[in-house]
């Protein structure tokens, strides 16, 4: 990734202090922002090849780090805390580094189910998960353990970028939400098939947006 204009930022939120990796567009067109999975941090493979589509088709890019892992612990907090964290996050980047531009959201595993949680609250415009877990592992015939119904949820665009043989499942395709897979399993490591899926996606979605949410204060 670029790093001349990289920026690290500090954030409050009611649970403690996240941090940002942010990279500003010359001319930005739009802002793809980024949140990581639940063991994992913002250096994953896959988040940082979707940051870099983003900002080679001209998009500000944000990764976020969860307070939690900020603070060097690896155990998830609720959903709750961790959508109160990112809603925050997003809340205050939109006052500053992302003021006025059309807002994409995502994530890689639990941080893409955070995206699609909070998209319309964010205010976006569309959603990107990277190695969305359809289901815990073995768990593929268990209804009550499917995550489908978040997806299913988003009102947006959605793209999902799943490997081929990821044990968290293959999330099916649906009208607005495009599913490509790619060789590997749940860690995305084919980070070129990645980059070049989420590069044409993000272009289309910013030159023929379908519809986009409104967040609680508009």
Request: aromatic share 2%.
């Amino acid at each position: 990734m670029t790093t001349s204009r990289l920026a690290i930022l500090d954030v409050e939120t009611p649970y403690g202090r996240a941090r940002v990796r942010l990279l500003p567009a010359e001319r930005p067109s739009g802002a793809l922002v980024l949140g990581h999975g639940a063991g994992g941090g913002i250096s994953a493979p896959d988040l940082i090849a979707a940051a870099e589509a983003a900002n080679e088709v001209g998009l500000t890019t944000a990764l976020v780090e969860q307070p939690y892992r900020v603070a060097g612990r690896r155990n998830q907090p609720p959903p709750k805390q961790l959508d109160g964290v990112w809603l925050a996050v997003i809340e205050q980047l939109r006052e500053r580094a992302l003021r006025a531009l059309p807002l994409v959201v995502g994530g890689r595993s639990a941080g893409a189910r955070v995206a699609c949680r909070t998209a319309i609250e964010a205010g976006a415009m569309a959603v990107l998960c990277l190695a969305f877990p359809l289901h815990p592992p073995g768990r593929a015939g268990d209804p009550a353990k499917s995550r489908l119904g978040e997806l299913e949820a988003v009102p947006l665009p959605v793209l999902v970028v799943q490997g081929e043989r990821d044990p968290f499942g293959m999330p099916p395709p649906a009208p607005g939400r495009e599913v490509i897979r790619v060789p590997g399993t749940h860690s995305l490591r084919s980070t070129t098939q990645v980059k070049a899926a989420v590069a044409d996606w993000l272009v289309s979605v910013l030159t023929h947006p379908r519809t986009s949410g409104t967040r609680a204060s508009d």
